[in-house]
């Protein structure tokens, strides 16, 4: 039986997630805001706002484009940070994640980075190049300031899985598929046996990454996980309507409506 995870009491259910992921300040601070608002909208009860880096481990070309738009706005960790009481202002009442490489967690210091989540209210954190042995002080600062720590499993974690599993916060982090963040045509129907594995450990709901870019794929990932995160494919979605956005008032509302349409699409 999964636990109740708390988010702060924000999280209203722990099956079928959508969570989906944008990078602060892309393509401007402003319509990040927007977009948190659609995608909300659009179904999501989970934000994944990602930190734009200049030399990520995970990010495949999608989302390195974003980051350099990002990066081209000035971004950073903490202006990102001090998006969400934005969004809170707009009407975004979901939780808000933030995933972040532990480099600029390291030059900010891991107790001002929780100062800076608590007094924006950001409810969780995820450093996906940070390994799970050696997170033990930033997850115990975390759980003290009612920070969710998300852990992430691999297909290659093998013996690890139990251990991760067994210490996650607010969900846990599938990777469906080794290597790079981006696009895929198929899923590998090797996930199943993954998935499994993992859920027989966790008492948080399992939600999958990597690759997620159809609604086969969503309702596929539905059958078997707890919920599904959806990055490069909302990304390019976004970049389909990058010129109008880029226009006046009129034309950049008409293309987050249309955005937020393409999302529902995705995953109704």
Same mark, same amino acid.
């Given at each position: 039986?999964?636990?109740?995870?708390?988010?702060?009491?924000?999280?209203?259910?722990?099956?079928?997630?959508?969570?989906?992921?944008?990078?602060?300040?892309?393509?401007?601070?402003?319509?990040?805001?927007?977009?948190?608002?659609?995608?909300?909208?659009?179904?999501?009860?989970?934000?994944?706002?990602?930190?734009?880096?200049?030399?990520?481990?995970?990010?495949?070309?999608?989302?390195?484009?974003?980051?350099?738009?990002?990066?081209?706005?000035?971004? #950073?960790?903490?202006?990102?940070?001090?998006?969400?009481?934005?969004?809170?202002?707009?009407?975004?009442?979901?939780?808000?994640?933030?995933?972040?490489?532990?480099?600029?967690?390291?030059?900010?210091?891991?107790?001002?980075?929780?100062?800076?989540?608590?007094?924006?209210?950001?409810?969780?954190?995820?450093?996906?190049?940070?390994?799970?042995?050696?997170?033990?002080?930033?997850?115990?600062?975390? #759980?003290?300031?009612?920070?969710?720590?998300?852990?992430?499993?691999?297909?290659? #974690?093998?013996?690890?899985?139990?251990?991760?599993?067994?210490?996650? #916060?607010?969900?846990?982090?599938?990777?469906?598929?080794?290597?790079?963040?981006?696009?895929?045509?198929?899923?590998?129907?090797?996930?199943?046996?993954?998935?499994?594995?993992?859920?027989?450990?966790?008492?948080?709901?399992?939600?999958?990454?990597?690759?997620?870019?159809?609604?086969?794929?969503?309702?596929?990932?539905?059958?078997?996980?707890?919920?599904?995160?959806?990055?490069?494919?909302?990304?390019?979605?976004?970049?389909?309507?990058?010129?109008?956005?880029?226009?006046?008032?009129?034309?950049?509302?008409?293309?987050?409506?249309?955005?937020?349409?393409?999302?529902?699409?995705?995953?109704?």
């Amino acid at each position: 039986m999964l636990t109740t995870t708390s988010f702060q009491g924000k999280l209203k259910k722990t099956k079928d997630l959508f969570i989906p992921f944008i990078v602060a300040g892309d393509p401007t601070p402003e319509l990040t805001i927007e977009l948190a608002v659609k995608l909300q909208e659009a179904g999501a009860d989970i934000l994944e706002l990602g930190i734009p880096y200049s030399d990520p481990l995970a990010d495949g070309p999608t989302i390195q484009r974003a980051a350099k738009r990002a990066l081209s706005q000035g971004m #950073s960790l903490i202006r990102a940070i001090q998006l969400v009481p934005q969004m809170r202002a707009r009407g975004v009442d979901i939780p808000v994640v933030i995933f972040t490489y532990y480099n600029p967690v390291l030059q900010l210091g891991e107790e001002r980075l929780m100062e800076l989540l608590k007094e924006n209210g950001a409810e969780g954190l995820l450093i996906p190049d940070l390994p799970h042995e050696e997170s033990a002080s930033i997850r115990d600062l975390a #759980s003290r300031e009612g920070i969710e720590f998300i852990s992430l499993v691999a297909p290659n #974690s093998d013996a690890r899985i139990e251990k991760i599993a067994k210490d996650a #916060s607010g969900f846990l982090y599938c990777v469906s598929t080794l290597g790079v963040t981006g696009e895929r045509n198929k899923m590998s129907s090797e996930v199943v046996g993954f998935i499994t594995k993992v859920k027989q450990h966790s008492r948080v709901p399992v939600a999958v990454g990597f690759g997620i870019s159809t609604n086969e794929h969503v309702q596929w990932i539905r059958g078997h996980a707890d919920g599904v995160i959806i990055g490069s494919r909302i990304i390019t979605l976004l970049e389909s309507e990058l010129e109008d956005l880029s226009l006046g008032e009129t034309e950049q509302m008409a293309a987050l409506e249309r955005f937020y349409e393409k999302v529902k699409e995705l995953v109704r």
